[in-house]
């Protein structure tokens, strides 16, 4: 399930583009990706990573709790879904580890309803209006094989164009 030496994928590498598959057993195998993404998730000092950043296509994300004050602990959401979004968006810059160096602003529901199951089966439901939906709402996207950079304006994605396109020679180099 795993490659070798897991690397973060980047822009404009095809498999960031797959819709993953769901997880259907909740086993040994399943616990060493999760604790192998919480090691990458720190090492890279991300808030969040899906299973396909690591070359794996799996529907599991793995996101700081941001919610918690006091000792942030990491959320493992596997096959997560959204049930319902808010009317009410906002606009905030977003920046991701497969797409370095490119911030800019995405406009997403403020709030989410969800549900989501840990790495031992266990159901979670409920509602969220905090940061903690908006980087839920962008490590879903992976799963489907969207990129923040998808849902931008026009406008933004002129402003980096020139940093998209150095990515893509990087790529082939």
């Given at each position: 399930m795993i490659?070798k030496?897991?690397?973060?994928?980047?822009?404009p590498?095809?498999?960031?583009?797959?819709?993953?598959e769901p997880?259907?057993s909740?086993?040994?195998s399943?616990?060493d990706?999760v604790?192998?993404?919480?090691?990458i998730?720190k090492?890279?000092?991300?808030?969040?990573?899906?299973?396909?950043?690591?070359?794996?296509?799996?529907?599991i994300i793995?996101?700081?709790?941001?919610?918690l004050?006091?000792?942030?602990?990491k959320?493992v959401?596997?096959?997560?879904?959204?049930?319902?979004?808010?009317?009410q968006?906002?606009?905030?810059?977003?920046g991701?580890?497969?797409?370095?160096?490119?911030y800019?602003?995405?406009?997403?529901?403020v709030?989410i309803?969800?549900?989501?199951?840990?790495?031992?089966g266990?159901c979670?439901?409920?509602?969220?209006?905090?940061?903690w939906?908006?980087?839920a709402?962008?490590?879903l996207?992976?799963?489907d094989?969207?990129l923040?950079?998808?849902?931008?304006?026009?406008?933004?994605?002129?402003l980096?164009?020139?940093?998209l396109?150095?990515?893509?020679r990087?790529?082939?180099d």
């Amino acid at each position: 399930m795993i490659e070798k030496k897991p690397r973060i994928y980047t822009y404009p590498d095809p498999f960031l583009r797959q819709k993953s598959e769901p997880i259907e057993s909740f086993d040994e195998s399943l616990c060493d990706l999760v604790q192998l993404m919480r090691k990458i998730m720190k090492e890279t000092s991300g808030i969040g990573l899906a299973a396909p950043q690591i070359g794996v296509s799996k529907r599991i994300i793995v996101v700081d709790d941001l919610t918690l004050e006091v000792s942030p602990e990491k959320r493992v959401l596997i096959n997560p879904e959204i049930l319902i979004f808010t009317e009410q968006q906002g606009s905030v810059e977003e920046g991701c580890l497969s797409v370095p160096e490119i911030y800019a602003p995405v406009k997403r529901p403020v709030g989410i309803q969800y549900r989501y199951y840990d790495e031992n089966g266990t159901c979670y439901e409920g509602e969220d209006g905090s940061f903690w939906a908006r980087v839920a709402q962008h490590e879903l996207d992976h799963l489907d094989g969207i990129l923040f950079i998808d849902r931008i304006s026009s406008l933004q994605k002129r402003l980096i164009r020139k940093k998209l396109q150095k990515l893509r020679r990087i790529s082939r180099d």
